[in-house]
């Protein structure tokens, strides 16, 4: 048992008690006790460090469903505090599949829960939760494999000693592979009908040879037809299930020096190789751009229209504690007066605007891809220059006053606070977030890196605003309304109907250039910040309301 004298922060109203462990084997353990009162109303206190050391989806025995990054499965397990949970992440993800085999890491995910060496029957784990009102689900990203459960505190050590010996011994029976291709293919199927799962394919077509983003992550029955497949699932997991690439979150009503003997017993044993996961490193951009850098209009499947803006850029996990990219998207997804979405509504050109990076296809340790997304009216459909012209104005804006201390500060203010009264989630939904946070940041950072600003870097953000250019980027109109003419092409894989158009340099060079229309402003100052939430004591009292502040809008 390694000890790490480190501290993780947690927010005002996060009582629980986190304890960072170390097995022999080299997984990283995050075990946490969740006291009775964190569900009564919280009182007034400090910061709080705390010193660390060291699928069932619902329906019935035959159900096998799991979720990916591609095509989740959005059934939810109930909030409940007498819950106990566990989450283990594996480091290793579609990225790494063979091109002779797309999917495998999808597959092998569906596998491993189909029972152990110990535990031969088959859906052993999933009968069993099922019978203790449990629920399990699993999800395969780009560079991680992330596995679940929930149940009621009484059956957590027999539940998990079947998740366990998951990991020590799966069974990975060669009688199973044609059932969970199946089920793999079925949920292909579903993603076919989201636009966003067909955005992201298109995403994949235009990526660059060398870089693994343009596999085929889903797997269907045809990507999986190989000879030799149950050969290729048991080397997979030989060659990167090793417990020296695992996370793993447990959270408990038990205090959490109590689990560390029992958390040794369990997961010791589960096989290592003590090797690092695989480094992606090309030598090229991450996306062709004679491929990327076009208008993609699309044929949606939803009703909803929108046009969306990617520019691929450096990756930015490294930079959590500055998040240039989450500064920019405060900015520029900003609905006060004088910003882009505010003009595109009185338009009657649009009615929301997003902005930021996605799930790990999105944001990984090859590069990220910053998304601008505008659902857009009737009207917005008939004026999309108009639109196109309006975001780069408002960009250069941004580029030229929108880097401010004051603007960094009130986000820095905004997060912090989120951070520190945020509610409480529920167990299972603890554990995922941390088992795959433990896989990015530093060991104190695991419950506020994705959230807190700590550094301001006018240089950084400024590099990264100066990527949102005219050539970098690729734009998605989606549209039922296009003409279904004959020069929209089929993508063969999701059937997506498509047109890709070049941009003329007359185009590149008017939206380049063009000025802030005279209504955008950067966002003004909130003067409403909050820093110091303790509640005064009653020193006066008064027999009627004391009037605190007026202005032209209230008083």
């Given at each position: 048992?390694?000890?790490?004298?480190?501290?993780?922060?947690?927010?005002?109203?996060?009582?629980?008690?986190?304890?960072?462990?170390?097995?022999?084997?080299?997984?990283?353990?995050?075990?946490?006790?969740?006291?009775?009162?964190?569900?009564?109303?919280?009182?007034?206190?400090?910061?709080?460090?705390?010193?660390?050391?060291?699928?069932?989806?619902?329906?019935?025995?035959?159900?096998?469903?799991?979720?990916?990054?591609?095509?989740?499965?959005?059934?939810?397990?109930?909030?409940?505090?007498?819950?106990?949970?566990?989450?283990l992440c594996v480091n290793i993800g579609s990225f790494s599949d063979p091109v002779e085999a797309q999917g495998l890491a999808h597959l092998l995910e569906h596998m491993i829960s189909m029972g152990s060496k110990r535990y031969p029957a088959e859906n052993h784990f999933d009968r069993f939760l099922?019978?203790?009102?449990?629920?399990?689900?699993?999800?395969?990203?780009?560079?991680?494999?992330?596995?679940?459960?929930?149940?009621?505190?009484?059956?957590?050590?027999?539940?998990?000693?079947?998740?366990?010996?998951?990991?020590?011994?799966?069974?990975?029976?060669?009688?199973?592979?044609?059932?969970?291709?199946?089920?793999?293919?079925?949920?292909?199927?579903?993603?076919?009908?989201?636009?966003?799962?067909?955005?992201?394919?298109?995403?994949?077509i235009c990526a660059d040879k060398e870089n693994p983003a343009g596999k085929f992550f889903w797997g269907n029955l045809e990507s999986l037809n190989h000879k030799n497949l149950d050969e290729m699932v048991i080397d997979f997991w030989k060659n990167h299930y090793s417990a020296s690439r695992m996370t793993l979150a447990v959270q408990s009503k038990q205090p959490a020096h109590e689990m560390v003997e029992w958390i040794d017993n369990l997961f010791s044993e589960v096989p290592t190789d003590n090797l690092p996961p695989p480094e992606f490193k090309i030598s090229r951009e991450p996306f062709?751009?004679?491929?990327?850098?076009?208008?993609?209009?699309?044929?949606?499947?939803?009703?909803?229209?929108?046009?969306?803006?990617?520019?691929?850029?450096?990756?930015?996990?490294?930079?959590?504690?500055?998040?240039?990219?989450?500064?920019?998207?405060?900015?520029?997804?900003?609905?006060?007066?004088?910003?882009l979405i505010n003009y595109l509504r009185k338009l009657n050109y649009a009615m929301e605007l997003e902005a930021g990076v996605e799930d790990d296809f999105y944001s990984n340790s090859i590069?990220?891809?910053?998304?601008?997304?505008?659902?857009?009216?009737?009207?917005?459909?008939?004026?999309?220059?108009?639109?196109?012209?309006?975001?780069?104005?408002?960009?250069?804006?941004?580029?030229?006053?929108?880097?401010?201390?004051?603007?960094?500060?009130?986000?820095?203010?905004?997060?912090e606070n989120d951070f520190?009264?945020?509610?409480?989630?529920?167990?299972?939904?603890?554990?995922?977030?941390?088992?795959?946070?433990?896989?990015?940041?530093?060991?104190?950072?695991?419950?506020?890196?994705?959230?807190?600003?700590?550094?301001?870097?006018?240089?950084?953000?400024?590099?990264?605003?100066?990527?949102?250019?005219?050539?970098?980027?690729?734009?998605?109109i989606l549209a039922k309304e296009f003409d279904n003419s004959d020069e929209f092409i089929k993508d063969p894989t999701f059937g997506t109907k498509y047109l890709a158009e070049s941009l003329t340099e007359e185009l590149e060079s008017k939206w380049s250039t063009i000025k802030p229309h005279t209504f955008f402003k950067i966002p003004s100052e909130n003067q409403y910040l909050t820093t110091n939430f303790t509640i005064l004591p009653q020193t006066v009292h008064s027999k009627y309301p004391k009037k605190i502040t007026e202005n032209k809008y209230f008083e």
């Open positions: 048992m390694a000890i790490a004298e480190k501290v993780i922060r947690k927010g005002l109203s996060n009582k629980k008690e986190y304890l960072l462990h170390k097995l022999k084997n080299g997984m990283r353990c995050l075990l946490i006790g969740q006291p009775d009162e964190e569900y009564e109303p919280s009182k007034n206190e400090n910061y709080k460090f705390t010193k660390t050391s060291g699928n069932y989806n619902s329906s019935n025995d035959d159900s096998e469903e799991s979720s990916d990054s591609c095509s989740s499965d959005e059934t939810e397990p109930q909030k409940n505090s007498d819950s106990f949970a566990m989450s099922y019978r203790k009102a449990g629920y399990s689900n699993a999800e395969t990203g780009c560079e991680y494999t992330n596995f679940h459960f929930e149940v009621p505190m009484e059956y957590s050590r027999e539940a998990s000693d079947i998740f366990a010996s998951m990991f020590q011994a799966p069974k990975l029976a060669k009688e199973s592979i044609d059932k969970e291709k199946q089920v793999v293919d079925s949920e292909f199927l579903m993603a076919i009908s989201d636009d966003d799962s067909r955005i992201q394919r298109l995403l994949s062709h751009p004679d491929n990327f850098h076009k208008i993609f209009k699309i044929i949606s499947v939803s009703s909803t229209k929108k046009i969306i803006f990617s520019w691929y850029l450096p990756p930015v996990n490294n930079l959590y504690k500055i998040k240039p990219l989450e500064y920019i998207a405060w900015i520029v997804g900003h609905e006060g007066k004088g910003t590069y990220s891809l910053f998304t601008m997304t505008i659902e857009i009216t009737d009207l917005g459909l008939k004026n999309i220059h108009e639109i196109i012209e309006l975001t780069f104005g408002y960009l250069n804006l941004v580029r030229e006053k929108g880097i401010s201390e004051s603007i960094f500060k009130e986000i820095k203010i905004l997060a520190n009264f945020s509610e409480n989630k529920s167990a299972i939904d603890h554990v995922i977030e941390l088992a795959e946070n433990m896989l990015i940041y530093e060991e104190e950072d695991y419950l506020c890196g994705p959230s807190l600003f700590h550094e301001y870097s006018p240089e950084i953000i400024s590099q990264f605003l100066n990527l949102l250019t005219v050539k970098r980027v690729a734009m998605f």
